[in-house]
């Protein structure tokens, strides 16, 4: 089960209102699902295909992790399709608002899985016995000089043939390219409803709140940490999806 909540995104419509630093409070909870459909390119498919790899990859007697779990829709995509015994989901995000509602969304689900809430800090909490980490579009709110050593303590806390997802906005190299992909992203969003003035406005406030890097970044920081591969297996414009083998 999901959050099918229909509360419309109308955050940035208020041409008076001055956006600060975008945070993930009350606010946003309470219209984060038509914010992330709307907002990523592919969103559905990453979380939907996270879930067919869960099923491929967890273990008995191992944990799966949602790093970042926000309002859960990794964790009950992978709790669909984990069969084997004693596997547990364990979500984890710093925001008391997202774990407060992700709560109520795990308690109204019928699936069979065992899920554990952790609300803390992913660079704190502890990571083991690991049979597949996912990192959906997180680690872009990590500060950077954090990132590796995140990545780091996922790789060792991964069994060997282990799975890490991590999903991301991107950048690329290419000035040309780069634009081209913002204003397709743009696109996207005019697309499915927000006016100019809410997709400047959601700019402002998630700028250096957010911070993407190049996928050359990611293989590199991966392969640092002692992933043995990883590719992208899902593109659509400025976001990307890389699963990388313990």
Same mark, same amino acid.
């Given at each position: 089960m999901t ?26 909870v ?43 829709a990794?964790?009950l995509s ?7 015994p004693?596997?547990?989901i ?14 109520e969304?795990?308690a ?14 992913? &660079?704190?909490?502890? /990571?083991? @016995? !690991?049979? $597949? ?5 997180? *680690?872009?709110?990590v ?6 050593? &995140?990545l780091?303590r /996922?790789? @060792? !806390?991964? $069994?060997?043939?282990?799975i890490?997802? *991590? ?6 190299p290419?000035?040309? &390219?780069n634009?081209?992909?913002i @204003?397709l ?7 499915h409803?927000?006016s100019d ?45 890389i699963?990388?083998?313990?």
């Amino acid at each position: 089960m999901t959050d099918t909540s229909d509360t419309l995104d109308t955050l940035f419509s208020d041409p008076l209102r001055a956006p600060g630093p975008f945070r993930f409070d009350n606010d946003v909870v309470a219209v984060f699902p038509d914010m992330i459909r709307r907002s990523v390119p592919g969103y559905e498919t990453v979380i939907a295909m996270s879930g067919l790899l869960a099923g491929r990859y967890a273990r008995s007697g191992s944990c799966v992790y949602d790093l970042g779990c926000s309002l859960g829709a990794t964790t009950l995509s992978m709790r669909r399709h984990i069969t084997v015994p004693e596997c547990k989901i364990i979500g984890i995000d710093n925001s008391p608002a997202m774990i407060e509602r992700c709560q109520e969304l795990i308690a109204m689900d019928g699936g069979v899985a065992p899920v554990e809430l952790r609300e803390n800090d992913i &660079l704190e909490s502890e /990571i083991s @016995d !690991a049979s $597949m980490v996912v990192l959906n579009y997180t *680690l872009q709110f990590v500060p950077r000089e954090d990132r590796q050593r &995140l990545l780091q303590r /996922i790789a @060792d !806390a991964l $069994m060997p043939g282990g799975i890490l997802v *991590l999903s991301e906005k991107v950048v690329f190299p290419d000035e040309t &390219l780069n634009q081209l992909n913002i @204003d397709l992203h743009h696109d996207f969003k005019r697309a499915h409803g927000y006016s100019d003035l809410e997709i400047a406005g959601k700019r402002d406030s998630i700028e250096n709140v957010l911070v993407p890097e190049s996928l050359d970044q990611h293989r590199e920081r991966l392969r640092d940490a002692g992933f043995s591969s990883s590719d992208v297996w899902f593109q659509c414009f400025n976001f990307a999806s890389i699963i990388a083998l313990k």
